[in-house]
């Protein structure tokens, strides 16, 4: 479990129980637990997606990957029509 996941279930545990030494009902601070964990669960899906596809491209930089448009050289055009100099001679 990472520290980002510990010191949310720390707070999700820690805010109800302050709510209530304030005077706030059980029912409040339950409903105000139910709401944070949701946020962090929330937090925690996209925090996970973000990390891989950073990682993901990471990955296809490092394995040379060009893309769409990042053709080298111009031999490598699939439509590349030969020059009077290099067609073939009858």
């Known amino acids: 479990m990472s520290d980002v996941v510990r010191?949310?279930?720390f707070s999700c545990?820690?805010?109800?129980?302050v709510l209530?030494?304030?005077g706030i009902?059980?029912?409040?601070?339950?409903?105000a637990a139910l709401g944070l964990a949701a946020v962090t669960g929330?937090?925690?899906?996209?925090l996970r997606q973000s990390e891989r596809g950073a990682a993901r491209l990471r990955a296809e930089e490092n394995n040379g990957h060009r893309?769409?448009?990042g053709r080298t050289g111009?031999?490598?055009?699939?439509g590349l029509?030969?020059?009077a100099e290099s067609a073939p001679v009858d």
């Open 7 to 9: 010191w949310a279930v």
């Open 13 to 17: 545990v820690l805010v109800p129980v």
């Open 20 to 22: 209530v030494g304030y």
């Open 25 to 31: 009902s059980l029912a409040g601070a339950g409903g």
């Open 42 to 46: 929330v937090c925690r899906v996209l």
């Open 67 to 69: 893309g769409r448009h």
């Open 74 to 78: 111009t031999g490598a055009h699939r």
């Open 81 to 83: 029509r030969h020059s």
